[in-house]
């Protein structure tokens, strides 16, 4: 599927099988995706650009790789997203964070705002936008506004699971805007869960109902 990256690594298919276990506790849900949003990090940065310097070994010296240009930024959206950012963390340090909060009106489906914070030159930096499960797209579209907003434009999308309608309507909106995922599930139902998925990303992680 063009625009969409499926991160089919096995270590990375077999937590997601972990955390779809109804009888996972809440501790394990929330470490597995500690732990998936780390291993889905290194493959949403392969291609980060490189620069060559001088450096010194305890042998010798040697042009040397390292990242080039501004620390990217990770864009959890809340609350769930949040759940992705620790192991991304540890992967990337440096990087810089913004916040997101959006919540999906369960009446509606709509995405409301109640909450942005970005750092000032947000659009001079690599934006990876993080959300456990793409299912309506509604939450995801109305976050990549917010952040093209304030100038951003060279955008990443990351989630966990991902229904067929999420990916269709983020691409047509945002066909700029490349997917990450760690699988495709069959559909949404009609209260706009996805199916088979996991649940409820932000309750589970938390322990709320």
Request: proline share 6%; hydrophobic share 45%; aromatic share 6%.
């Amino acid at each position: 599927m063009e625009g969409v990256t499926v991160v089919d690594h096995p270590m990375v298919q077999h937590k997601l099988t972990l955390m779809r276990d109804k009888e996972r506790s809440t501790k394990g849900f929330r470490q597995l995706l500690n732990e998936i949003g780390r291993l889905l990090c290194y493959e949403v940065t392969r291609d980060l650009p490189l620069e060559y310097v001088d450096i010194e070994t305890p042998l010798t010296t040697m042009r040397a790789p390292r990242l080039a240009g501004k620390k990217l930024v990770f864009a959890p959206i809340l609350r769930a997203g949040e759940g992705f950012l620790e192991g991304m963390l540890d992967l990337v340090p440096s990087a810089r964070v913004a916040h997101i909060g959006i919540y999906r009106d369960p009446a509606t489906l709509k995405a409301v705002e109640y909450y942005f914070k970005a750092p000032p030159d947000v659009a001079e930096r690599l934006v990876i936008l993080l959300d456990p499960m793409l299912a309506t797209a509604n939450s995801a579209v109305a976050a990549v506004e917010r952040i093209k907003a304030r100038g951003a434009r060279d955008i990443r999308f990351v989630c966990l699971l991902a229904a067929p309608e999420g990916i269709k309507r983020l691409r047509e909106t945002h066909p700029d805007v490349r997917i990450w995922t760690a699988a495709i599930d069959s559909h949404l139902n009609d209260h706009g869960y996805i199916v088979p998925g996991l649940g409820d990303a932000g309750d589970r992680m938390y322990g709320t109902k």
